[in-house]
């Protein structure tokens, strides 16, 4: 009797775990989602040799200067594009070259993969994500002007306010012209800033019923033998 009381009660707990994570499953986080973010490109031509080297190989303004634009579709599957401008500083290495000056400006279409929908609901104020797709970067004062490259990295969305919140991002572009990888033309670049969401509009069904009424036929019928 103990062992079919302890299993009894295994069940019902295992129960109210699975709920929310079923609940979870099938919640859209956002419908859009637009963002400007300040922007770090790390560009030395060391084939993403120096990430993180922020005195000699970071090139920065002091102001935002990427936005996006993020649809989410379904199933943590979502579309972003984003433009994105940088100046190169003068004392910060360029192709493994000090003293060059000049702009970078780059468009990403990139999909995104949320694992919003994997955790409990009472953690869907943080949002990790991955992301991957392709990129063109014009940069005026270097030999190789006109970059295609391939996008790979993640984020963290922290929801600070219901629609609104920061995001935090890093991502490796690797240069697919002329050769992929064998090129110095592939840099990292990391954004940080603020996004703003909103959400998906759902449509009650009691309130759908009403505008999509049929028209009902009252149809009579006659007894044997009467009118």
Request: charged content about 20%; overall charge positive.
């Amino acid at each position: 009797m103990r062992t079919f009381t302890l299993i009894a009660f295994l069940l019902i707990g295992l129960s109210g775990f699975a709920q929310p994570y079923k609940t979870i499953k099938v919640y859209k986080p956002y419908k859009w989602m637009i963002g400007v973010h300040m922007s770090v490109i790390e560009d030395d031509g060391n084939k993403l040799g120096n990430p993180f080297d922020v005195e000699h190989t970071w090139h920065y303004l002091n102001y935002p200067t990427r936005l996006t634009v993020d649809r989410y579709f379904k199933f943590g599957w979502s579309m972003e594009g984003a433009i994105s401008y940088n100046s190169y500083l003068e004392s910060v290495r360029v192709d493994d070259t000090v003293g060059i000056t000049g702009t970078n400006f780059s468009f990403d279409l990139c999909g995104k993969y949320s694992f919003y929908n994997l955790y409990a609901p009472r953690f869907r104020w943080i949002e990790p994500y991955l992301n991957f797709g392709v990129s063109y970067t014009y940069r005026d004062a270097i030999e190789e002007q006109h970059i295609p490259s391939v996008v790979l990295g993640g984020g963290l969305n922290i929801w600070v306010f219901k629609q609104v919140g920061i995001q935090i991002s890093s991502r490796a572009k690797l240069a697919a012209y002329p050769f992929f990888w064998d090129s110095h033309a592939s840099y990292f670049q990391h954004t940080a800033g603020l996004v703003y969401r909103t959400k998906e509009t759902r449509v009650n069904r009691q309130d759908r019923s009403k505008h999509h009424k049929w028209t009902k036929q009252t149809t009579k019928y006659k007894r044997k033998g009467g009118h």
